[in-house]
């Protein structure tokens, strides 16, 4: 069956970095869009980034941009979100997510279960 | 960006009634070339990730209950479950997919009255 599978969260210090990783499976990884999503404790689902099929393609939320970078990896079925110069208000739940189509963001119709990422000194 | 408002934030329905959740985009996102609303509804349970519900503003994710269903066009639409049943305790979510980025209303929590 389709699954994503997160990984790579824990606790880091404000400005630290982590890198994030979605492990696809029961799908032509290749051939789809991918998404971040996140959600911070008790609040609702912010999208971060998106990835075209191919890598070519990127867009990023601007709350993120310049400091996270989105990458995917289509021999590993793997899909990456590094982290960088992280702040408090990145703490949240990250969620890897297939989008519907392959080129531009549309809807995600396949979540993961998420990694927590807190982010406190 | 386009801003998506749900209402209410909450509400508590008693079991095998119906709840009706209402969202509304800052602009349309009804696509004329395919005529299509470019909206999507998911619910999200306790301690789990979301659940696609509803695609193209009306269409139900296959597996779905038929007690889901949902209208709208432009950039007003509905969710409405029609005989709330214990397992639809719920945060759900709307998001337009029309522009760049992607973005969700706020949320509407469902309550067993």
């Known amino acids: 069956q389709v699954q994503l599978v997160e990984s790579g969260g824990g606790v880091v210090q404000p400005g630290g970095s982590l890198r994030l990783s979605c492990a696809a499976s029961g799908f032509t990884f290749s051939s789809y869009g991918m998404h971040w999503v996140r959600q911070a404790p008790g609040k609702g689902l912010e999208w971060v980034a998106f990835i075209r099929y191919d890598g070519s393609n990127k867009y990023y939320a601007d709350s993120v941009k310049g400091r996270f970078t989105i990458s995917r990896d289509n021999s590993k079925n793997t899909l990456y979100l590094q982290m960088n110069s992280l702040r408090a208000e990145d703490t949240a739940v990250y969620y890897c997510a297939k989008d519907l189509y392959s080129s531009s963001p549309y809807y995600m119709d396949v979540w993961g279960k998420g990694t927590t990422v807190t982010v406190s000194s | 960006d386009i801003v998506m408002t749900q209402s209410p934030d909450s509400l508590a329905v008693s079991l095998g009634e119906r709840a009706t959740i209402n969202c509304k985009s800052s602009?349309?996102?009804?696509?004329?070339?395919?005529?299509?609303?470019?909206l999507v509804w998911y619910q999200q349970k306790p301690g789990q990730p979301p659940k696609l519900l509803i695609y193209w503003a009306s269409t139900r994710e296959s597996g779905v209950p038929d007690r889901f269903s949902a209208s709208g066009s432009g950039t007003d639409f509905t969710l409405t479950i029609s005989s709330l049943q214990a397992e639809d305790v719920a945060v759900y979510y709307c998001q337009q997919h029309y522009s760049t980025p992607p973005t969700f209303g706020q949320g509407t929590k469902v309550e067993i009255k």
């Open positions: 602009q349309s996102v009804l696509y004329s070339s395919n005529n299509k609303n470019y």
